[in-house]
């Protein structure tokens, strides 16, 4: 099972170091931020859900995984 509050908070800490980065960031980059905002939205909004229902909570894990690969790739990227 996973810890949503664990997720969440390392989940929050790379997107406030990438929020930082993104003012230098290029214009793809700056794409794949904004749709990884948009999933950060519905997870965070979504957090206490996903520990309580069944079927939303397979949903939200892989929203959460979703998010995190994403975070890595952009983190990867902004790096090069």
């Not at 509050?5 to 790379?14: A, G, H, P, S, V």
């Not at 229902?53 to 890595?72: I, P, Q, S, T, W």
């Amino acid at each position: 099972m996973v810890d949503y509050d664990e997720l969440k908070l390392e989940l929050k800490k790379m997107r406030d170091e990438l929020s930082l980065r993104m003012h230098l960031a290029s214009m793809e980059a700056k794409d794949e931020w904004d749709e990884l905002e948009g999933k950060w939205r519905r997870f965070n909004s979504q957090a206490d859900m996903g520990r309580t229902a069944e079927g939303v909570g397979e949903a939200f894990d892989r929203l959460g995984e979703e998010l995190k690969h994403g975070y890595r790739r952009l983190r990867e990227a902004l790096r090069g």
